[in-house]
């Protein structure tokens, strides 16, 4: 029963190669950690939003922040998506729930040129959801979730008039869990009911008569680690009019150590002929009973992994049209090609190691933002990007159903009091439709589809 446990993280190459990221962002990236920032499609390097969020978006943003700032917010993500077989012509839709993204930011100007804070958010993650009893690609992932927190302590400090320069160290905290059925049609017999029965090397149960797509285990991969990150930026003020910016959050190897469960579903089967010293009818349930017994390749143990969060950096612009107008525009790039190798190892002995070389690609995003002062109290934002694909083709599974997409957004930014402030902001995400599989042997025999809304709402007070 091997070949289970090594499928149990096939799926685990897409979950760590490029897992499977439609919610907000490519490869497993959430990009959406401030409402006033999401308005305007994300568009920070330049020009970061005046409540704290430049901590993750622009470090050197915090410089000339002055006074106290305590911001708090959350982006709903509310993705659809679905498989369509082409030999079936079925369609199976993703079942996630609405999924919350919080962010919080609390700084304080220390002295004229120099301000310091602390930030909470969470640019790496993804959850997907599928039918556990009907999708076809549940054999290779029908639950994922990855979550991954980072604390971010952050200086920025005015070198000059026309100059800034911001740096944060940020602890990362980080759970990731995997589940996945097992068919029973592709497993191969075991030694035990194999030799007695003369049967050759490389039967399987499908050879007896079982049929594809029988369940007979459900698996469960939960682990957790953490680690440091470095994110560093710098602003340059051109003029009254323009300004330039960019910053770069550096990668971080994450060494994960949890638990793999492996529990036993029942077929309700019998064997269909004599098979050794085992009459007809004997229950099916019961031959495989000590593949899941203590030493067994599906008992249950310790597993470790490793999964880096890849770097990512941001380039751009922003330009005052008017006292009331601005144009932003940021190019961001993330190095998702550095997951070329992945290896998960298992405590137990039975169950052999697993050596993935996933070939993602490195993303491309180009953001376009605009600000306009409507009145005292209310500003406007609106904005479009564009993402590339970090799933190469052969990894387009129910893990990481991933595309090119287009996004859209729209916000406004509301002055409540002299000292407080809210945001709202909504983004519409468009994936393009891509061909992908529900079975790693087959190749790609359907059509993934996705789109996303996603609404944020924060908070800001200044005293």
């Known amino acids: 029963m091997r070949r289970f446990a090594l499928l149990l993280l096939a ?26 920032a999401m308005g305007r499609a994300g568009v920070t390097a330049a020009r970061p939003c005046a409540d704290g969020s430049a901590i993750y978006f ?58 310091a804070g602390i930030g909470l958010y969470a640019p790496y993650g993804l ?56 068919d029973l049609s592709t497993q191969l017999v075991p030694d035990a009911l194999r030799i007695p029965a003369g049967l050759p090397v490389g039967t399987t149960f499908a050879m007896l008569g079982v049929a594809t797509g029988t369940d007979f285990a459900d698996a469960t991969l939960d682990a957790s680690g953490s680690g440091f990150a470095v994110n560093f930026g710098a602003i340059l003020q051109v003029n009254d009019k323009l300004s330039i910016g960019g910053h770069w959050l550096t990668r971080k190897r994450i060494d994960y150590d949890g638990d793999a469960k492996f529990a036993p579903i029942a077929t309700g089967l019998v064997l269909p002929v004599a098979v050794g010293p085992l009459p007809t009818g004997t229950p099916v349930d019961a031959v495989l009973a000590p593949e899941f017994a203590p030493g067994g390749p599906l008992s249950n143990g310790a597993v470790s992994t490793s999964i880096t969060m890849p770097p990512q950096g941001t380039l751009g612009f922003a330009y005052k049209v008017s006292d009331a107008w ?126 996303a809304h996603l609404f944020a709402a924060g908070v800001a007070i200044t005293f």
């Open 11 to 36: 799926g685990a190459p897409a979950l760590v190669a490029a897992p499977l990221r439609p919610l907000a962002g490519q490869g497993f990236g959430v990009y959406e950690h401030n409402t006033c």
């Open 58 to 115: 622009s470090p050197a943003g915090l410089a000339g922040l002055a006074g106290t700032h305590v911001s708090a917010g959350v982006t709903l993500i509310g993705a659809q998506g679905s498989f369509t077989d082409d030999f079936l012509d079925t369609q199976s839709d993703l079942k996630n729930p609405l999924i919350p993204v919080p962010n919080i930011y609390i700084t304080r100007a220390v002295s004229p040129k120099v301000t």
């Open 127 to 182: 959850e997907t959801k599928w039918d556990a009893n009907n999708f076809a690609g549940r054999f290779l992932g029908y639950n994922t979730n990855i979550r991954s927190i980072y604390i971010q302590p952050t200086i920025g400090y005015q070198v000059s008039p026309k100059l800034k320069f911001g740096f944060g160290v940020a602890y990362i905290t980080s759970h990731l869990k995997l589940r996945q059925r097992a």
């Open 326 to 451: 601005s144009v932003m525009a940021d190019y961001q790039y993330v190095v998702w090609g550095w997951f070329n190798d992945v290896d998960i190892n298992f405590a137990n002995a039975g169950t052999p190691d697993l050596a993935l070389r996933p070939q993602n690609k490195d993303t491309h995003g180009f953001r376009f933002g605009t600000e306009y002062q409507y009145s005292a109290k209310v500003q406007l934002r609106g904005g479009y990007l564009y993402h590339t694909a970090a799933s190469p083709p052969q990894f387009v599974t129910p893990l990481l159903p991933e595309g090119s997409r287009n996004e859209f957004t729209a916000g406004a930014g509301i002055a409540l009091s002299p000292h407080w402030h809210a945001d709202l902001a909504y983004q519409f995400i468009k994936q393009s439709d891509r061909r992908g599989t529900v079975n790693l042997a087959w190749g790609n025999t359907g059509l993934y589809q996705f789109s």
